[in-house]
């Protein structure tokens, strides 16, 4: 499949603590590191344990990459329905939104970006595990952009979780959920 943006993909991921953003870009890109020459991970969080806003900014390029501070990214994935009013201002033009369907609150902008609602937290709990919900999301990303392989990611969970079995089946079937449902949703 070929890539939506080329060569340089960045991805601000947000939500709240303790719903997996930070792993969901970690893991994201650890994958790229193995596909593109220049990999970023910016986590960026509260004083909070639990429940503050937290955020990642992952950006990878066959180009050097001149700060890993961006404004505004080609991609958001939101991991919290409600924080959409408050990230959506970070979104380029032409830019593409996969946003947590529960929680979300009307009143978007009228902008040139498309959103898309990805029900992973109801997915997740039908799987039996609402905490799944980050690799559905990061399945969907990797399902709507073809950014990274998805095979990439797959050895990624492989590498965390070997020793956890049926941890590592219960991830790459959330994640293979996701990239499901991002294929299904762009047609």
């Known amino acids: 499949m070929e890539e939506k943006f080329g060569s340089r993909n960045d991805v601000i991921m947000a939500g709240l603590g303790g719903m997996?953003?930070?792993?969901?870009?970690?893991?994201l890109s650890l994958?790229?590191?193995?596909?593109?020459?220049?990999?970023?991970?910016?986590?960026?969080?509260?004083?909070?344990?639990?429940?503050?806003?937290?955020?990642?900014?992952?950006i990878f390029s066959n180009e050097e990459i001149a700060s890993p501070i961006i404004d505004r990214a080609q991609s958001l994935i939101i991991f919290e329905g409600s924080q959409l009013k408050a990230f959506?201002?970070?979104?380029?033009s032409g830019g593409i939104i996969l946003a947590e369907s529960s929680g979300m609150e009307d009143g978007r902008e009228a902008r040139d970006y498309k959103i898309i609602e990805v029900p992973g937290l109801e997915i997740a709990v039908s799987m039996g595990m609402g905490q799944i919900n980050n690799l559905i999301l990061l399945g969907s990303y990797v399902g709507v952009t073809d950014a990274v392989p998805p095979?990439?990611?797959?050895?990624?969970?492989?590498?965390?979780?070997?020793?956890?079995?049926?941890?590592?089946?219960?991830?790459?079937?959330?994640?293979?959920?996701?990239?499901?449902?991002?294929?299904?949703?762009e047609g």
């Open 20 to 27: 997996g953003v930070l792993s969901a870009g970690k893991i």
């Open 151 to 185: 095979e990439l990611i797959e050895e990624e969970l492989e590498i965390r979780y070997k020793t956890r079995k049926e941890v590592l089946k219960r991830n790459q079937e959330a994640f293979r959920r996701g990239i499901e449902l991002g294929r299904t949703v």
């Open 88 to 92: 959506e201002p970070r979104i380029l």
């Open 31 to 58: 994958a790229a590191l193995k596909k593109y020459r220049y990999v970023s991970w910016l986590p960026s969080y509260g004083v909070e344990k639990r429940g503050g806003l937290c955020e990642c900014t992952v």
